[in-house]
Protein backbone atom coordinates (compact mmCIF):
# COMPACT_ATOMS: atom_id res chain seq x y z
CA UNK A 1 0.00 0.00 0.00
CA UNK A 2 2.71 2.24 0.36
CA UNK A 3 3.79 2.09 -2.88
CA UNK A 4 0.60 3.97 -3.92
CA UNK A 5 -0.29 5.94 -1.40
CA UNK A 6 3.23 7.87 -1.78
CA UNK A 7 2.24 8.85 -5.35
CA UNK A 8 -0.16 11.08 -4.57
CA UNK A 9 0.62 12.06 -0.77
CA UNK A 10 2.56 15.28 -1.40
CA UNK A 11 3.49 18.06 1.28
CA UNK A 12 2.09 21.09 -0.82
CA UNK A 13 3.35 23.61 1.76
CA UNK A 14 4.63 24.43 5.11
CA UNK A 15 3.68 27.93 5.96
CA UNK A 16 4.49 29.63 9.15
CA UNK A 17 6.05 27.96 12.63
CA UNK A 18 3.36 25.09 12.92
CA UNK A 19 1.11 25.04 9.53
CA UNK A 20 1.14 21.97 7.27
CA UNK A 21 -0.26 20.90 4.07
CA UNK A 22 -1.08 17.96 1.95
CA UNK A 23 -3.03 16.84 -0.84
CA UNK A 24 -4.84 13.37 -1.59
CA UNK A 25 -5.75 12.63 -4.54
CA UNK A 26 -9.05 10.16 -5.61
CA UNK A 27 -10.93 9.22 -8.42
CA UNK A 28 -14.73 10.31 -8.85
CA UNK A 29 -17.63 7.64 -10.49
CA UNK A 30 -19.42 10.62 -11.51
CA UNK A 31 -23.09 9.72 -13.65
CA UNK A 32 -23.54 10.20 -17.32
CA UNK A 33 -25.56 13.42 -16.18
CA UNK A 34 -22.92 14.66 -14.06
CA UNK A 35 -20.32 14.17 -16.33
CA UNK A 36 -22.55 16.80 -19.11
CA UNK A 37 -22.45 19.04 -16.01
CA UNK A 38 -19.08 18.85 -15.35
CA UNK A 39 -17.45 19.28 -18.72
CA UNK A 40 -20.59 22.54 -19.05
CA UNK A 41 -18.89 24.19 -16.17
CA UNK A 42 -15.62 23.89 -17.29
CA UNK A 43 -16.60 25.34 -20.86
CA UNK A 44 -18.40 28.41 -18.90
CA UNK A 45 -15.23 28.66 -16.54
CA UNK A 46 -12.86 28.74 -20.02
CA UNK A 47 -14.69 30.89 -22.05
CA UNK A 48 -15.18 33.34 -19.47
CA UNK A 49 -11.50 33.25 -18.92
CA UNK A 50 -10.28 33.86 -22.17
CA UNK A 51 -12.93 37.02 -21.79
CA UNK A 52 -11.08 38.78 -18.57
CA UNK A 53 -7.90 37.53 -20.19
CA UNK A 54 -8.40 39.70 -23.62
CA UNK A 55 -10.00 42.48 -21.15
CA UNK A 56 -6.79 42.53 -19.46
CA UNK A 57 -4.78 42.84 -22.79
CA UNK A 58 -7.13 45.32 -24.34
CA UNK A 59 -6.48 47.80 -21.59
CA UNK A 60 -2.51 46.76 -21.10
CA UNK A 61 -2.21 47.64 -25.13
CA UNK A 62 -3.69 50.69 -24.88
CA UNK A 63 -2.75 52.15 -21.34
CA UNK A 64 1.11 50.79 -20.81
CA UNK A 65 3.10 53.47 -22.30
CA UNK A 66 3.19 57.30 -20.91
CA UNK A 67 1.78 59.70 -22.89
CA UNK A 68 5.50 61.09 -23.76
CA UNK A 69 6.54 57.95 -25.03
CA UNK A 70 3.32 56.90 -26.80
CA UNK A 71 3.96 55.90 -30.66
CA UNK A 72 3.15 58.46 -33.43
CA UNK A 73 0.62 56.42 -34.73
CA UNK A 74 -2.16 54.79 -32.89
CA UNK A 75 -5.78 54.46 -32.18
CA UNK A 76 -6.85 56.81 -29.32
CA UNK A 77 -8.79 54.55 -26.07
CA UNK A 78 -11.22 55.34 -24.09
CA UNK A 79 -10.38 56.41 -20.85
CA UNK A 80 -11.48 53.53 -18.41
CA UNK A 81 -10.23 52.15 -14.99
CA UNK A 82 -7.11 49.17 -15.07
CA UNK A 83 -9.07 45.84 -14.81
CA UNK A 84 -7.53 43.80 -11.63
CA UNK A 85 -8.53 41.41 -9.43
CA UNK A 86 -11.67 43.32 -7.84
CA UNK A 87 -12.97 44.42 -10.40
CA UNK A 88 -13.42 41.54 -12.59
CA UNK A 89 -14.41 39.86 -9.11
CA UNK A 90 -17.33 42.45 -8.98
CA UNK A 91 -18.13 42.16 -12.80
CA UNK A 92 -19.74 38.35 -12.26
CA UNK A 93 -22.83 40.06 -11.03
CA UNK A 94 -23.95 41.78 -14.14
CA UNK A 95 -22.79 38.55 -15.81
CA UNK A 96 -25.06 36.77 -14.02
CA UNK A 97 -27.93 38.74 -15.03
CA UNK A 98 -26.94 39.23 -18.08
CA UNK A 99 -26.12 35.74 -19.10
CA UNK A 100 -28.42 34.08 -16.21
CA UNK A 101 -26.82 29.88 -16.77
CA UNK A 102 -24.03 31.27 -15.23
CA UNK A 103 -26.16 30.83 -11.52
CA UNK A 104 -25.51 27.15 -12.22
CA UNK A 105 -21.83 27.55 -11.49
CA UNK A 106 -20.97 27.68 -7.39
CA UNK A 107 -19.84 31.56 -7.20
CA UNK A 108 -16.54 30.45 -5.27
CA UNK A 109 -15.31 28.62 -8.33
CA UNK A 110 -15.84 31.46 -10.49
CA UNK A 111 -14.30 33.79 -8.43
CA UNK A 112 -11.16 31.55 -8.19
CA UNK A 113 -11.34 31.58 -12.01
CA UNK A 114 -11.03 34.80 -11.40
CA UNK A 115 -7.75 34.48 -9.22
CA UNK A 116 -6.23 32.56 -11.87
CA UNK A 117 -6.66 35.22 -14.38
CA UNK A 118 -4.95 37.34 -12.07
CA UNK A 119 -1.94 35.21 -11.21
CA UNK A 120 -1.28 34.41 -15.03
CA UNK A 121 -0.89 38.06 -15.76
CA UNK A 122 0.90 38.84 -12.56
CA UNK A 123 3.78 36.29 -13.80
CA UNK A 124 3.58 37.58 -16.82
CA UNK A 125 4.14 41.19 -16.07
CA UNK A 126 5.93 41.12 -12.86
CA UNK A 127 6.96 37.63 -12.04
CA UNK A 128 6.88 34.99 -9.00
CA UNK A 129 8.11 35.58 -5.53
CA UNK A 130 11.93 34.84 -6.99
CA UNK A 131 11.34 37.51 -9.74
CA UNK A 132 10.93 34.77 -12.66
CA UNK A 133 8.64 36.35 -15.22
CA UNK A 134 6.65 33.40 -17.57
CA UNK A 135 5.63 33.72 -20.69
CA UNK A 136 2.60 35.44 -22.51
CA UNK A 137 -0.61 33.84 -21.13
CA UNK A 138 -2.90 32.07 -23.65
CA UNK A 139 -5.86 31.83 -24.00
CA UNK A 140 -7.14 28.19 -23.47
CA UNK A 141 -8.82 26.28 -25.95
CA UNK A 142 -11.43 23.19 -25.91
CA UNK A 143 -9.90 20.67 -23.42
CA UNK A 144 -7.38 22.87 -22.17
CA UNK A 145 -9.03 24.17 -19.21
CA UNK A 146 -9.19 21.13 -16.93
CA UNK A 147 -10.25 22.12 -13.42
CA UNK A 148 -11.81 24.22 -10.64
CA UNK A 149 -11.55 24.87 -7.21
CA UNK A 150 -13.72 25.37 -4.57
CA UNK A 151 -11.45 27.42 -2.51
CA UNK A 152 -13.56 26.53 1.31
CA UNK A 153 -14.32 22.76 0.76
CA UNK A 154 -15.14 21.10 4.20
CA UNK A 155 -15.12 17.55 6.21
CA UNK A 156 -18.73 17.95 6.38
CA UNK A 157 -18.86 16.79 2.70
CA UNK A 158 -17.57 13.38 2.96
CA UNK A 159 -20.43 10.44 3.79
CA UNK A 160 -18.70 7.13 3.72
CA UNK A 161 -18.03 6.33 0.18
CA UNK A 162 -19.64 9.76 -1.38
CA UNK A 163 -18.96 13.44 -1.34
CA UNK A 164 -21.32 16.16 -1.77
CA UNK A 165 -20.47 19.11 -3.71
CA UNK A 166 -21.98 22.12 -3.86
CA UNK A 167 -23.97 22.60 -7.10
CA UNK A 168 -22.97 19.17 -8.83
CA UNK A 169 -24.76 16.64 -5.98
CA UNK A 170 -23.49 13.25 -4.53
CA UNK A 171 -20.51 11.90 -6.25
CA UNK A 172 -19.27 8.60 -5.39
CA UNK A 173 -15.44 8.39 -4.75
CA UNK A 174 -13.36 5.53 -5.03
CA UNK A 175 -11.31 5.27 -1.28
CA UNK A 176 -8.38 3.88 -2.27
CA UNK A 177 -6.99 5.17 1.36
CA UNK A 178 -8.92 6.66 4.50
CA UNK A 179 -8.27 10.77 5.11
CA UNK A 180 -5.52 11.25 8.13
CA UNK A 181 -7.17 12.23 11.14
CA UNK A 182 -6.46 15.28 12.52
CA UNK A 183 -6.79 17.29 8.98
CA UNK A 184 -8.79 19.77 8.16
CA UNK A 185 -10.29 19.92 4.42
CA UNK A 186 -9.02 23.21 2.93
CA UNK A 187 -9.97 23.32 -0.59
CA UNK A 188 -11.35 20.80 -3.13
CA UNK A 189 -9.79 20.82 -6.78
CA UNK A 190 -12.23 18.76 -9.77
CA UNK A 191 -9.83 17.39 -12.51
CA UNK A 192 -10.58 16.40 -16.24
CA UNK A 193 -7.83 13.88 -16.97
CA UNK A 194 -7.83 11.16 -20.14
CA UNK A 195 -9.04 8.42 -17.72
CA UNK A 196 -11.55 10.22 -15.90
CA UNK A 197 -12.59 12.70 -13.23
CA UNK A 198 -10.92 13.16 -9.64
CA UNK A 199 -11.20 15.17 -6.59
CA UNK A 200 -7.70 16.48 -4.68
CA UNK A 201 -8.39 17.39 -1.39
CA UNK A 202 -6.02 19.32 0.31
CA UNK A 203 -6.10 18.87 4.29
CA UNK A 204 -3.89 21.20 7.06
CA UNK A 205 -3.38 20.09 10.35
CA UNK A 206 -2.06 23.35 12.30
CA UNK A 207 -0.70 20.85 15.38
CA UNK A 208 2.04 19.47 13.37
CA UNK A 209 5.27 21.65 13.92
CA UNK A 210 7.75 22.69 10.80
CA UNK A 211 10.15 19.77 11.09
CA UNK A 212 13.59 21.44 9.59
CA UNK A 213 15.84 18.10 9.93
CA UNK A 214 19.45 18.47 12.07
CA UNK A 215 20.97 15.52 10.42
CA UNK A 216 24.83 16.82 10.43
CA UNK A 217 26.41 15.21 7.38
CA UNK A 218 29.42 13.35 8.14
CA UNK A 219 31.30 10.44 6.36
CA UNK A 220 29.52 7.62 7.05
CA UNK A 221 26.16 8.99 7.18
CA UNK A 222 26.44 10.48 3.46
CA UNK A 223 26.01 9.23 -0.08
CA UNK A 224 26.36 11.05 -3.66
CA UNK A 225 24.66 10.27 -6.44
CA UNK A 226 25.01 11.59 -9.85
CA UNK A 227 21.90 10.90 -13.05
CA UNK A 228 22.29 10.10 -15.94
CA UNK A 229 20.72 8.76 -18.90
CA UNK A 230 23.06 5.30 -19.85
CA UNK A 231 22.26 4.92 -16.11
CA UNK A 232 19.37 6.70 -14.41
CA UNK A 233 21.31 7.13 -11.23
CA UNK A 234 24.89 6.02 -9.93
CA UNK A 235 25.95 6.46 -6.15
CA UNK A 236 28.99 7.08 -4.43
CA UNK A 237 28.98 3.38 -2.96
CA UNK A 238 29.33 1.83 -6.27
CA UNK A 239 25.55 1.03 -6.92
CA UNK A 240 23.40 1.61 -9.98
CA UNK A 241 20.10 1.82 -10.83
CA UNK A 242 19.11 1.45 -14.50
CA UNK A 243 17.36 3.67 -16.87
CA UNK A 244 13.38 2.69 -17.56
CA UNK A 245 13.05 5.01 -20.77
CA UNK A 246 9.10 4.67 -20.62
CA UNK A 247 8.80 6.98 -23.13
CA UNK A 248 11.24 5.37 -25.29
CA UNK A 249 9.27 1.88 -24.76
CA UNK A 250 5.91 3.41 -25.51
CA UNK A 251 7.48 5.43 -28.53
CA UNK A 252 6.44 3.33 -31.47
CA UNK A 253 3.08 2.47 -30.08
CA UNK A 254 2.43 5.96 -29.85
CA UNK A 255 3.74 6.68 -33.03
CA UNK A 256 1.25 4.08 -34.66
CA UNK A 257 -1.64 6.54 -32.74
CA UNK A 258 -0.78 9.47 -33.59
CA UNK A 259 -0.47 8.61 -37.42
CA UNK A 260 -4.30 7.29 -37.53
CA UNK A 261 -5.32 10.54 -36.09
CA UNK A 262 -3.99 12.17 -38.54
CA UNK A 263 -5.60 10.18 -40.92
CA UNK A 264 -9.00 10.27 -38.89
CA UNK A 265 -11.36 12.81 -40.02
CA UNK A 266 -11.41 16.30 -38.22
CA UNK A 267 -14.37 16.22 -35.56
CA UNK A 268 -15.64 12.43 -36.13
CA UNK A 269 -16.08 10.14 -33.02
CA UNK A 270 -13.50 7.69 -34.54
CA UNK A 271 -10.77 10.37 -34.27
CA UNK A 272 -12.21 11.67 -30.65
CA UNK A 273 -11.47 8.11 -29.45
CA UNK A 274 -8.30 7.77 -31.08
CA UNK A 275 -7.38 10.92 -29.43
CA UNK A 276 -8.20 9.77 -26.00
CA UNK A 277 -6.19 6.37 -26.41
CA UNK A 278 -3.11 9.18 -27.14
CA UNK A 279 -3.81 10.72 -24.05
CA UNK A 280 -4.58 7.50 -21.84
CA UNK A 281 -1.11 6.56 -23.07
CA UNK A 282 0.70 9.87 -22.26
CA UNK A 283 -1.23 9.59 -18.81
CA UNK A 284 0.27 5.74 -18.53
CA UNK A 285 3.78 7.02 -19.24
CA UNK A 286 3.83 9.74 -16.87
CA UNK A 287 1.99 7.34 -13.80
CA UNK A 288 5.08 4.60 -14.78
CA UNK A 289 7.73 7.22 -14.75
CA UNK A 290 6.50 8.54 -11.31
CA UNK A 291 6.21 5.52 -9.85
CA UNK A 292 9.74 4.41 -10.71
CA UNK A 293 11.14 8.17 -8.82
CA UNK A 294 9.02 7.18 -6.06
CA UNK A 295 10.78 4.11 -5.42
CA UNK A 296 14.25 4.96 -6.45
CA UNK A 297 14.35 7.84 -4.01
CA UNK A 298 13.03 4.88 -1.77
CA UNK A 299 15.89 2.70 -2.14
CA UNK A 300 18.41 5.91 -1.84
CA UNK A 301 17.76 7.18 1.48
CA UNK A 302 17.86 3.72 2.63
CA UNK A 303 21.21 4.03 2.43
CA UNK A 304 21.77 7.43 3.80
CA UNK A 305 20.45 9.98 5.90
CA UNK A 306 22.22 13.07 3.70
CA UNK A 307 21.70 12.28 0.17
CA UNK A 308 24.45 14.81 -2.24
CA UNK A 309 22.85 15.95 -5.73
CA UNK A 310 23.97 18.01 -8.63
CA UNK A 311 22.38 21.06 -8.82
CA UNK A 312 20.67 20.59 -12.19
CA UNK A 313 19.33 23.31 -14.29
CA UNK A 314 17.62 21.42 -16.09
CA UNK A 315 15.79 23.84 -18.43
CA UNK A 316 19.08 24.97 -19.57
CA UNK A 317 20.30 21.59 -20.46
CA UNK A 318 17.12 20.70 -22.52
CA UNK A 319 16.83 24.29 -24.53
CA UNK A 320 17.27 24.13 -28.36
CA UNK A 321 20.43 24.69 -30.13
CA UNK A 322 21.07 28.12 -31.23
CA UNK A 323 21.21 28.62 -35.05
CA UNK A 324 24.05 29.57 -37.00
CA UNK A 325 24.26 31.46 -40.30
CA UNK A 326 27.31 32.17 -42.65
CA UNK A 327 27.60 35.96 -44.24
CA UNK A 328 25.21 35.50 -46.28
CA UNK A 329 22.59 34.56 -43.75
CA UNK A 330 22.70 31.26 -45.12
CA UNK A 331 21.31 28.94 -42.20
CA UNK A 332 24.09 26.48 -41.56
CA UNK A 333 23.94 22.86 -39.39
CA UNK A 334 23.91 23.54 -35.76
CA UNK A 335 23.56 19.83 -34.37
CA UNK A 336 19.85 20.39 -33.51
CA UNK A 337 18.97 17.32 -34.95
CA UNK A 338 21.12 15.30 -32.51
CA UNK A 339 20.17 17.88 -29.66
CA UNK A 340 16.84 17.03 -30.43
CA UNK A 341 17.01 13.35 -29.16
CA UNK A 342 19.18 14.20 -26.46
CA UNK A 343 16.38 16.48 -25.14
CA UNK A 344 14.05 13.85 -25.44
CA UNK A 345 15.80 11.57 -23.30
CA UNK A 346 16.29 13.88 -20.69
CA UNK A 347 12.44 14.85 -20.56
CA UNK A 348 11.81 10.94 -20.44
CA UNK A 349 14.52 10.90 -17.65
CA UNK A 350 12.66 13.55 -15.56
CA UNK A 351 15.58 14.17 -13.32
CA UNK A 352 13.85 17.73 -11.83
CA UNK A 353 10.79 15.59 -10.60
CA UNK A 354 13.34 12.78 -9.03
CA UNK A 355 14.57 15.28 -7.13
CA UNK A 356 11.74 17.05 -6.07
CA UNK A 357 10.23 13.41 -4.92
CA UNK A 358 13.36 12.60 -3.31
CA UNK A 359 13.42 16.16 -1.26
CA UNK A 360 9.70 14.96 -0.64
CA UNK A 361 11.01 12.11 1.11
CA UNK A 362 13.69 12.61 2.94
CA UNK A 363 11.45 15.84 4.23
CA UNK A 364 8.85 13.27 5.57
CA UNK A 365 11.70 10.67 7.05
CA UNK A 366 13.36 13.26 8.95
CA UNK A 367 16.72 12.96 6.38
CA UNK A 368 18.46 15.76 4.50
CA UNK A 369 18.69 16.30 0.45
CA UNK A 370 21.70 18.99 -0.63
CA UNK A 371 22.76 20.63 -3.43
CA UNK A 372 25.64 20.84 -4.83
CA UNK A 373 27.67 22.81 -7.53
CA UNK A 374 28.07 20.31 -10.56
CA UNK A 375 31.05 22.10 -11.84
CA UNK A 376 33.88 19.96 -12.59
CA UNK A 377 32.44 16.71 -11.20
CA UNK A 378 32.57 14.74 -14.34
CA UNK A 379 36.37 16.01 -15.53
CA UNK A 380 38.28 15.57 -12.20
CA UNK A 381 39.62 12.25 -10.57
CA UNK A 382 37.84 11.89 -7.53
CA UNK A 383 41.18 10.26 -5.54
CA UNK A 384 43.58 13.06 -6.67
CA UNK A 385 41.44 15.84 -8.12
CA UNK A 386 43.40 16.49 -10.85
CA UNK A 387 41.52 17.20 -14.13
CA UNK A 388 40.68 14.59 -16.52
CA UNK A 389 38.60 15.53 -19.28
CA UNK A 390 36.93 13.01 -20.68
CA UNK A 391 33.49 13.54 -23.90
CA UNK A 392 30.71 12.83 -23.19
CA UNK A 393 30.90 9.20 -25.17
CA UNK A 394 33.52 8.34 -22.48
CA UNK A 395 32.25 6.02 -19.93
CA UNK A 396 35.20 4.88 -18.19
CA UNK A 397 37.07 7.00 -15.82
CA UNK A 398 41.02 6.47 -15.98
CA UNK A 399 43.20 8.89 -14.19
CA UNK A 400 46.82 8.51 -15.51
CA UNK A 401 48.40 10.42 -11.98
CA UNK A 402 46.85 8.10 -9.47
CA UNK A 403 46.27 5.23 -11.81
CA UNK A 404 42.38 5.19 -10.42
CA UNK A 405 39.66 3.15 -12.75
CA UNK A 406 36.66 3.25 -12.31
CA UNK A 407 33.32 4.06 -13.82
CA UNK A 408 32.61 7.67 -15.36
CA UNK A 409 29.34 7.79 -13.30
CA UNK A 410 30.71 6.82 -10.24
CA UNK A 411 33.21 9.25 -10.03
CA UNK A 412 31.02 11.72 -10.24
CA UNK A 413 29.12 10.44 -7.42
CA UNK A 414 32.27 10.35 -5.62
CA UNK A 415 33.29 13.66 -6.24
CA UNK A 416 29.64 15.32 -5.36
CA UNK A 417 29.69 13.57 -2.08
CA UNK A 418 33.00 15.04 -1.35
CA UNK A 419 32.26 18.35 -2.58
CA UNK A 420 29.32 18.46 -0.31
CA UNK A 421 31.31 17.44 2.45
CA UNK A 422 33.76 20.13 1.88
CA UNK A 423 36.30 17.62 1.53
CA UNK A 424 36.91 18.50 -1.95
CA UNK A 425 37.41 21.91 -3.46
CA UNK A 426 37.03 21.31 -7.84
CA UNK A 427 38.08 25.27 -8.19
CA UNK A 428 40.96 24.85 -6.23
CA UNK A 429 42.44 21.08 -8.03
CA UNK A 430 45.09 21.69 -10.47
CA UNK A 431 44.88 20.39 -13.77
CA UNK A 432 47.70 18.16 -15.42
CA UNK A 433 50.38 19.24 -16.78
CA UNK A 434 50.61 16.28 -19.14
CA UNK A 435 47.00 15.42 -19.44
CA UNK A 436 47.10 15.74 -23.37
CA UNK A 437 50.06 13.01 -23.51
CA UNK A 438 47.41 9.78 -22.01
CA UNK A 439 45.90 7.86 -24.71
CA UNK A 440 42.36 7.16 -22.49
CA UNK A 441 42.42 11.55 -22.31
CA UNK A 442 40.84 13.53 -25.26
CA UNK A 443 40.30 16.99 -24.91
Known amino acids: MQKNTDCYGWIASVVGAKLMRIAYQYRLLPTSEQRAKLSRWLDMLRLQYNWMLAD ?7 NRCPVNACPLVASIAEPREQPNYYSQKRSLVPLKQDRPWYKEIYSQALQDMVKRVKLAFDRYLSGDCNGNRSGKPRFKGKNRYRSFTYPQASIAWIDGNKIELPKLGIFKVIWHRPLPEGFKVKTAIVTKKADGWYITLTLEDMSVPEFISDVEPRENNSIGIDLGLEKFLADSDGGFEPIPQHFRKSEEKLARLQQKVSTAKQGSRARKLLVRKVAKLHQKIARQRKQFHFETAQKVLKKADVVFVEDLSVKNMSRCAK ?22 SIADAGWSQFLDILAFKAGKAGQRVVKVNPKGTSQHCSNCLNRVPKELSDRWHSCPHCATEL ?9 IKKVGLDIALLKNAQPASDWKRSPRCTA
Open 323 to 344: PKQDEAGKFLPNGQSAKSGLNK
Open 407 to 415: DRDTNAAIL
Open 56 to 62: RFDWWEM
